[in-house]
Nanobody, 127 residues
Framework: QVHLVESGGGLVQAGESLRVSCTNS????????MGWFRQAPGKEREFVGA????????YHDSVKDRFTISRDNAKQNTLYLMMNNLKPEDTAVYYC????????????????????WGQGTQVTVSS
């Protein structure tokens, strides 16, 4: 069972930090390849970053020096996106996604590749 729920969004000022979470209320996430996407107003949803089954992160170039993806290895059911030095252009609804990967330990950057999605959490960065 996979039921992803994002939380932690909010309104921050430019330069501040925010951490959003994605919890699978149906169980573990360690058997899935996970991804973070975002959708700004009037734009298509875009890839932010991903984490492989083994816990290796991968980032879009636009965020790799500011965002960090991590996983709760104790509870094994929560994925985090730590966002530092936020900019107004980071304003978007942030979504997490999961892909069933029985054996492949890699990343997926296209939204159509994912099997499950959360409902999203709004992040607004004011200037």
């Amino acid at each position: 069972q996979v039921h992803l729920v994002e939380s932690g969004g909010g309104l921050v000022q430019a330069g501040e930090s925010l951490r959003v979470s994605c919890t699978n209320s149906g169980g573990t996430i360690i058997n899935y390849s996970m991804g973070w996407f975002r959708q700004a107003p009037g734009k298509e949803r875009e890839f932010v970053g991903a984490m492989s089954r083994s816990g290796d992160p991968y980032y879009h170039d636009s965020v790799k020096d500011r965002f960090t993806i991590s996983r709760d290895n104790a509870k094994q059911n929560t994925l985090y996106l730590m966002m530092n030095n936020l900019k107004p252009e980071d304003t978007a609804v942030y979504y997490c996604a999961a892909k069933v990967v029985p054996s492949y330990n890699g990343y997926y950057v296209m939204e159509w590749q994912y099997d499950y999605w959360g409902q999203g959490t709004q992040v607004t960065v004011s200037s």
